[in-house]
């Protein structure tokens, strides 16, 4: 979980680890309730594990919870 728009997966022969690209949103600025600007990632995984989005970006940046029903933002994850 966390994967966003993956690209260019491969995976290392000798280790089995897996690496891919991650492009992320195309916000160009942060924005207060919502979240940070676009951040693409090249990622590594060991095991399974969760990587960030659609709760974080980068490293580590949280956007906030947000309800499309009210449309309202609450905290940040």
């Known amino acids: 979980m966390g994967m ?3 690209y260019r997966i491969s995976i290392d022969q000798k280790t089995g680890f897996v690496y891919w690209g991650d492009v992320g949103p195309d916000a160009s600025k942060d924005s207060v309730g919502l979240g940070p600007n676009g951040h693409d990632e090249v990622n590594q995984m060991r095991k399974p594990g969760f990587f960030g989005w659609p ?3 980068g490293n580590n940046f949280p ?3 947000y309800d499309f029903e009210t449309k309202k933002s609450g905290p940040k994850f």
């Open 4 to 6: 966003r728009n993956p």
């Open 63 to 65: 956007y906030y919870e």
């Open 55 to 57: 709760y974080f970006v």
